[in-house]
């Protein structure tokens, strides 16, 4: 059977991209979204107007019950999950001063919790098979910070202490556990940057473009498909950030 891949966030922007092309590989996929059911509809309508399969779960995967409900779904109709693809996110631009409790905490239980929740859930099943591929979508300001984006920052670089703990605690189970950092992506998440911003941010990219959703996809196939690289936080970034 072809590998059963969960995609969170997978509505629109990375997410989808991400979806869509692994469903055309051929992986079984589950396209989790949230709000944008219209979107998660399209995307799967797109593919079986192919002839492609693609199953979509709407779970808010901030909250640890509903996150069970996707396990659970996926758990029961094919009774493995061999990648898991923590990507679902949310960004917001905020002086620190201004970040209240309340952006702080849909933040952090958006960007962080979820991933938390998703993986312990899909570990019991692949530490049992003793195989699996977790692969966490964190961004460059978990690298370098974000100046008016500390919070997002945080949650980032969270991710990534979660990648590489993780990676030394589930290698010994053939659980490899993974980042990748995003640079700048065009999606809506970056709906606010005018013309000016993007050419701006292209100056200062050694590979002079910017970068699109099937820049990660790339990234995340090779990924899966690797079987010596774990603990790593992989930036696909066109050498913006060069550490
Ligand atoms: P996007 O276009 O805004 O899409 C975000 C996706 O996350 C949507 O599908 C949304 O689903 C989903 N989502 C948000 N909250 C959710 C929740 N509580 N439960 C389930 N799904 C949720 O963003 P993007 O640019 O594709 O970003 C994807 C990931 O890449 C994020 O983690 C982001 O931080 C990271 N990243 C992006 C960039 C960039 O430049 N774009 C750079 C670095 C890192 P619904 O609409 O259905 O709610």
């Known amino acids: 059977m ?23 590989d051929g992986f079984k996929v589950i396209a989790n979204y949230n709000n944008s059911e219209k979107q998660a509809l399209e995307l799967k309508n797109n593919l079986e107007e192919n002839g492609i399969e693609i199953d979509i779960f709407k779970a808010d995967v ?10 659970d779904f996926v758990i029961n109709k094919y009774n493995r999950i061999d990648v898991l693809i ?32 998703t993986t312990q859930e899909a570990v019991r099943y692949m530490i049992k098979e003793h195989r699996g591929c977790i692969i966490n979508i964190s961004s460059i300001y978990g690298i370098t910070g974000g100046s008016c984006e500390v919070h997002y920052s945080m949650s980032k670089a969270g991710i990534d202490g979660m990648t590489k703990a993780l990676a030394k605690e589930l ?3 053939n659980i490899r556990v993974n980042s990748i950092a995003p ?28 970068g699109n959703p099937i820049d990660i ?16 936080v992989i ?3 066109g050498g913006l950030v060069i550490t």
């Open 2 to 24: 072809n590998k059963v891949v969960i995609v969170t966030g997978a509505s629109r922007g990375i997410g989808r991209n991400i979806a869509y092309n692994l469903a055309v």
């Open 62 to 71: 901030s909250k640890r019950e509903q996150v069970l409900k996707l396990i």
């Open 86 to 117: 923590n990507n679902a996110g949310i960004a917001q631009e905020k002086l620190f001063t201004e970040i209240t409790e309340e952006d702080f905490e849909k933040m952090i239980k958006t960007n962080l919790y979820s991933a938390f929740y």
């Open 171 to 173: 290698g010994p189970s």
């Open 183 to 210: 640079g700048a992506i065009d999606t809506e998440m970056n709906g606010n940057l005018s013309e000016e911003d993007w050419n701006s941010i292209i100056d200062e990219t050694p590979l002079m473009k910017k």
């Open 217 to 232: 996809t790339r990234c995340v196939k090779w990924l899966i498909e690797d079987e010596f690289t774990t603990g790593q």
């Open 235 to 237: 930036s696909p970034n």
